[in-house]
């Protein structure tokens, strides 16, 4: 046997308000977004070790209607959620490229 990937389950429980929200919101992808959403998943694929979910598999999304950007003008952050239920989403692409990262 051989471990080929590390991957962690995270479940949010609760969301605390904040003084100030962040600027922009959540957004479908657009057939537009196509090539970012390549570029982006071709960039967590590398930094996540998991080349089974690269850029073409992101832009797959797209159609599917399973892929978001947080947009404040101009997108910052990509999710893809992999299945449904009726009370919950499991995410499976979470990617905020390093220009974007640590800024609340």
């Known amino acids: 046997w051989a471990v080929r990937a590390r ?3 995270l479940a949010h429980r609760a969301i605390v308000p ?3 929200p962040p600027s922009g919101g959540l957004r479908l992808a657009s057939s537009a977004d196509a090539l970012l959403a390549q570029q982006w998943g071709q960039s ?5 070790g998991l080349p089974g979910l690269d850029g073409a598999l992101i832009a797959r999304l797209i ?7 947080w947009d404040d003008g101009t997108p910052r952050c990509m999710l ?9 989403a499991a995410i499976g692409v979470l990617y905020t490229p390093p220009e974007f990262r640590d800024r609340g």
Not at 44 to 48: L, S
Not at 63 to 69: D, E, H, M, S, V
Not at 80 to 88: H, I, K, N, P, S
């Open 7 to 9: 991957q962690r389950l």
């Open 18 to 20: 904040t003084d100030q």
């Open 44 to 48: 967590f694929a590398h930094e996540t």
């Open 63 to 69: 159609p599917a209607r399973l892929l978001y950007f």
């Open 80 to 88: 893809g959620v992999l299945r449904e239920t009726r009370d919950a």
